[in-house]
């Protein structure tokens, strides 16, 4: 009994590590909480240098033995940009921008019943969610991706203005198979600078956006021509100063 007690015990210590395991399990969502909490933050303030699906990009490249590739990005204030820009990203992507809270619920569920009848729409992500997800996420379609995407557009909308969330996605969207950001993609296909661009190239841009891998700003195909024409029509309809209640 007292070699025991010398020796210690071992089935007396495993509910004590039991216990502070328990401990750091309550703790983990917490840190968690204050770590992305922390993040969006600080990405208020700082603008971020690449973003996740750059990474994921740039990863892809060299696991193809592309070791040439390099991701194009530059980043342009909002203010540097032409006004045309980030209106047609509101105009093609989510025209609700300015009044919703992150989510658009009434997209989510058109695109609800229409997934329910077996058909697809595009439209249902806010400009806020997708920022969610191209800056700290991954590209898939899980639960567990859509749930953490879903914390991040509560986070972004509770600690960022909308300016900067325009700005942000502005810079970090992919409007060519690795051109990130307006900057870049204005001097990529254009040859000008991001504050140059007219009003049909700003709608170009925004227009290969659902899958800017497969359509091209330069040289625009059937489908580009129409969203573009489409795009146009609806920046004429919103009117130049749809965004000012957005201005910093």
């Known amino acids: 009994m007292r070699q025991a007690r010398r020796r210690g015990d071992p089935a007396a210590a495993r509910p ?8 750091w399990l309550w703790l983990l969502p917490l840190l968690l909480v204050l770590a992305t909490t922390l993040q ?7 603008d971020p240098p690449f973003s996740a699906f750059m990474v ?3 990863v892809e490249a060299l696991a193809d033995g592309d070791w040439d590739f390099r991701i ?3 980043w342009r204030d909002l203010d540097a940009m032409a006004p045309s820009l980030p209106l047609a990203l509101v ?5 609700q921008f300015p009044a919703h809270h992150g989510f658009d619920l009434e997209a989510i569920e058109k695109a609800r019943r ?18 969610a997800k191209n800056l700290f996420l991954w590209s898939g379609r899980s639960w567990v991706r859509k749930g953490i995407e879903a914390w991040y557009t509560v986070l972004i909308e509770m600690l960022w203005p909308k300016h900067r969330i ?10 060519g198979d690795g051109v990130y950001g307006a900057q870049a993609a204005a001097r990529s296909f254009f040859g000008r600078d991001a504050a140059r661009l007219t009003p049909s190239q700003s709608a170009r841009l925004a227009a290969v956006l659902p899958s800017p891998r497969r359509y091209h700003a330069r040289n625009p195909g059937p489908y580009v021509q129409r969203r573009t024409r489409g795009i146009e029509r609806q920046m004429r309809q919103l009117g130049p100063g749809y965004l000012d209640t957005i201005a910093p």
Do not use: C, P
């Open 16 to 23: 004590k590590r039991r216990r502070r395991w328990l401990r």
């Open 91 to 95: 105009a093609a992507e989510d025209q």
């Open 166 to 175: 325009l700005e942000v996605y502005a810079n970090i969207a992919e409007f």
């Open 114 to 131: 229409n997934n329910a009848r077996g058909r697809k729409v595009r439209g249902a992500s806010t400009i806020s969610q997708q920022v």
């Open 56 to 58: 994921a990009r740039q």
């Open 40 to 46: 969006v933050a600080i990405l208020r303030f700082i």
């Open 72 to 74: 194009a990005h530059d």
